[in-house]
Each structure stands twice: as C-alpha cells, then as structure tokens.
C-alpha cells in the first residue's frame, strides 16, 4: 500500500435492538413462584452487579439478575457465593452460568414493563 493512503477495514454487521424491540421482550416476561412459597428452577446468569456494600457492614453484596428459559425476569441478592445443596462447598457464579436453584419468592413487582421475581435464600441445586 502506498505511503499516505488508507484503507477503512470492514465493517461486520452488528444487530443492535431498537428501544420497542427491548420493549417487547420485557413485555414477554412473566412472574414465577407463588409469593412466600418455595420455588425450584433452571436459570442462567444474565448480569452480577458491582459490589455494593451491606448494610449490616458484613461484607458486599451483589444483585444477581437471572432468566430462564420462557424469558421471566428473576433477580436475588447474594455474597460472591452461593450454598451448595447437600455439600458443606460453596459455588461462586459468573455471567453466564446455568444453574438449578430453589429459593422462597420474596415478591413479584413490574419494573418498566417488565414482569420480575425476587427471591430470597437461593440454595445451587446443580451446575450446568
């Protein structure tokens, strides 16, 4: 190439959503679990916020966000790890992840139009 010329590099197609498409997924989400009842599901691990500090001053905590498979909106907060059913180990989650969880629902509220559950005492059934 000769001195001085410049040649842009290809560009590959990115598919950005549009505000009414995200609209439209948050539309789709719906409650699961029953309020105060133990519910048993496979999630994945969407997004773990930054630390945020604990009001009781005993470490940080993190907001987890989950899905699962129908698309619901499923938030828990947590330390960097988590219980582990049937074994004295803990399980550290990073976005991403499929796990199996059994939690109690705390509540179900709409959030910009989006339907969430928040659960409480989350206990790692399995990995995926």
């Known amino acids: ?15 950005e959503l549009t505000d009414a498409d995200k609209a439209a997924l948050r539309a789709q989400s719906e409650f699961v679990g029953t309020v105060n009842a133990t519910w048993e599901g496979d999630v994945r691990v969407n997004h773990i916020s930054d630390p945020v500090p604990s009001q009781f001053g005993k470490g940080d905590r993190y907001l987890y966000l989950l899905g699962d498979d129908d698309r619901n909106a499923i938030r ?52 995926s």
């Open 1 to 15: 190439m000769p001195r001085g010329s410049y040649t842009a590099p290809v560009a590959t197609e990115r598919t």
């Open 76 to 127: 828990t907060w947590g330390g960097r790890t988590f219980a582990q059913e049937g074994s004295p180990l803990k399980v550290a989650l990073s976005k991403g992840d499929r796990v199996r969880i059994r939690a109690i629902v705390q509540k179900q509220e709409e959030y910009k139009g989006e339907k969430q559950t928040t659960l409480v005492k989350p206990v790692i059934l399995a990995v």
